[in-house]
């Protein structure tokens, strides 16, 4: 879940992104290494001391900051070539872990974001699952939550609170770069729906579309950049190219599950 705070985004866009030429862009694609990618400061904050959902996730969670910035890594590497690519620059993280209801949600933007979880969901997952649930499902919520962060957000077509379309790509993206990570069970895929309904539907379906391409997720993100307006169809087209098509591939993918 994201909350979104709405801001003036096509006119902060060119002071959030490093402006890359698309010379050093194919470079950065061919240059796989992560070591110079600048980590935001995280500050972990515990809002739920002396509760069962803090005792269970400190004992599995140990050092919540070294997860956090493993989750970063895995984030950016799903979503981005290099750290030379055009990552919003995300230079501070308040995460708050909360006795309150729901999962989790991010606040905030470029350059401090926040994000709060759950001890109450902490609590029902362990019940549901144990231990190796609450990591599970502490890591995936952990991996939507930051996509939010760091992936990019189309253009031309309004914003979270008014466009279907954007905010289908937003949750969607966020559960794809899930998925891919393999933080979802895959008996969560089914068929139906359609691809502007967001989160799982439109994330299973957006990860289906690595098989077709392996850089998929990657050259989707990019498109928000390069498609203005943005569609999903002119997302796809320009990852994959013009022969594709949204209603096609989407059509293949249902085949696709219903053969399972």
């Not at 991010?106 to 902490?122: A, C, D, H, L, R």
């Not at 649930?133 to 502490?138: A, I, P, Q």
């Not at 890591?139 to 379309?165: A, D, M, R």
């Not at 307006?229 to 696709?256: C, R």
Request: aromatic share 16%.
């Amino acid at each position: 879940m994201k909350k979104y705070y709405i801001v003036a985004a096509i006119i902060l866009l060119p002071f959030l992104f490093s402006c890359n030429s698309e010379k050093t862009i194919t470079k950065a694609r061919h240059d796989s290494s992560w070591s110079n990618f600048n980590y935001p400061e995280i500050n972990f904050v515990n809002k739920a001391e002396g509760t069962e959902g803090w005792n269970i996730y400190h004992r599995i969670v140990p050092d919540p900051q070294a997860l956090i910035r493993e989750s970063i890594l895995g984030v950016v590497k799903t979503l981005y070539w290099s750290s030379k690519d055009s990552i919003p620059a995300v230079r501070k993280i308040n995460y708050t872990f909360e006795n309150i209801e729901g999962i989790s949600a991010k606040g905030g933007s470029v350059p401090e974001i926040s994000i709060f979880y759950s001890s109450q969901w902490v609590e029902k997952s362990a019940k549901t699952g144990g231990d190796e649930k609450v990591l599970y499902e502490t890591k995936g919520v952990l991996y939507h939550e930051l996509t939010h962060g760091f992936q990019l957000e189309p253009q031309g077509i309004g914003n979270y609170g008014n466009s279907k379309v954007f905010w289908a790509f937003i949750e969607g993206m966020a559960d794809a770069v899930r998925a891919h990570n393999h933080f979802f069970p895959i008996t969560n895929r089914k068929p139906g729906g359609n691809w502007l309904d967001g989160y799982q539907t439109t994330g299973f379906f957006l990860d289906w579309l690595t098989t077709k391409d392996a850089d998929f997720l990657r050259k989707f993100n990019r498109s928000t950049l390069e498609v203005v307006p943005w569609s999903f169809d002119g997302g796809i087209k320009y990852a994959l190219g013009k022969t594709f098509s949204v209603e096609a591939l989407w059509k293949e993918y249902q085949e696709y599950l219903n053969s399972k």
